[in-house]
């Protein structure tokens, strides 16, 4: 387990969905420090399968050391957020972290408020255990987790760090890892226990699944054994790139309004662009006839592959596939025109 440097003494931690599971975790790791915690969550009446309401986990907080702001907040509503805000700012001052489920604006925000705040990603190796995870994957899938303490600890390691980390997706164990932490065993609900891959991750969990049986565990998921994707043949990129040509339009255009040069490695590979500045939109192989906003850099297997509905781009950027450089927020527009290709390809 990742030690408590006291290094949050005074911080306020702004925090979604505080009351139970992985966010009230993180608040009690923070509140060990003597911080601040602003509990944004729904529950404030006991639940009959859902332990925990915002003013139980007050208490909680209290009781280790922190300081409780209870704030009833459903996400979904702007003006309870900018309520929760308001009386967090009355109560301790301005917040200097948050967490919020938002990762799929972590590039964007990361960019636009650079030198100013961090923002970051932390996603789970494996399946945590959770309220949610017993409803969903049923009687004895809790050995097969780790213990939401791991999440806890990997976001305390991210809150130690200078505004200079930021726009980062990191995984729970690798930065526990860079932490000195060895021996993860402490994490699991059940040690040695074959455990459950998180389902967002790019990996494949086949051979996972049959170490499980194997240990006589029974998964809570089964999937086809992936096929191996042969790699593109000589002019695949071509053939891409004349599709999203032909589904170029103005109304495209409009709503993009940036230049993509893609740098791709391996066979049919090269620097192609797609521009979706100039009127009516254009593609073509070498540099555009304008500065690009963003440069994407891949291999021409995987970049096949995204077009293709193979290989999700967020995931790509996560697993060190595909790397981004320029404006982050338009790299983020590309992920939906990407959405639309696919049923094209």
């Not at 999440?151 to 930065?175: L, R």
């Not at 255009?253 to 009516?280: H, M, N, P, R």
């Not at 555009?288 to 509905?309: Q, Y």
């Amino acid at each position: 387990m990742l030690p408590n440097t006291g290094r949050l003494a005074g911080c306020t931690v702004f925090i979604t969905g505080a009351s139970r599971g992985i966010g009230k975790a993180i608040a009690l790791k923070a509140a060990k420090d003597g911080a601040n915690i602003v509990i944004a969550a729904k529950t404030t009446h006991p639940h009959p399968k859902l332990p925990g309401t915002i003013y139980t986990a007050a208490e909680e907080i209290e009781a280790v050391g922190g300081k409780a702001l209870p704030c009833i907040v459903d996400v979904r509503d702007e003006q309870q957020i900018s309520d929760a805000v308001e009386k967090a700012v009355e109560k301790f001052g301005a917040y200097t972290i948050a967490k919020y489920g938002m990762s799929m604006c972590v590039l964007g925000m990361a960019e636009e408020f650079k030198g100013e705040i961090a923002v970051n990603a932390l996603w789970p190796k494996t399946a945590i255990h959770t309220a949610a995870m017993d409803m969903l994957g049923g009687s004895g899938i809790e050995s097969q987790c780790r213990k939401v303490d791991i999440i806890a600890d990997a976001a305390y390691a991210i809150f130690k760090k200078p505004k200079s980390f930021t726009g980062n997706f990191v995984i729970d164990e690798n930065i526990l890892k860079e932490e000195g932490i060895k021996n993860f065993d402490a994490y699991a609900i059940k040690p040695g226990h074959t455990l459950l891959p998180d389902f967002f991750l790019d990996e494949y969990p086949e051979p996972i699944t049959k170490k499980m049986e194997s240990t006589g565990a029974v998964p809570e998921f089964k999937e086809e054994k992936p096929q191996p994707q042969p790699k593109p043949h000589l002019g695949a990129v071509e053939e891409t790139f004349r599709i999203v040509k032909d589904s170029l339009s103005d109304d495209v255009v409009k709503a993009t309004q940036g230049i993509y040069l893609f740098e791709l490695s391996g066979e049919d590979g090269g620097t192609w662009f797609l521009d979706l500045k100039s009127k009516g939109g254009n593609v073509g192989y070498g540099e555009p006839s304008n500065r690009a906003d963003v440069v994407m850099s891949m291999s021409t297997d995987d970049f096949v592959k995204m077009f293709s509905g193979k290989l999700k781009p967020t995931m790509a950027f996560m697993s060190g596939k595909l790397k981004i450089k320029g404006n982050m927020a338009l790299a983020m527009k590309l992920e939906k025109l990407v959405s639309q290709m696919n049923a094209r390809l």
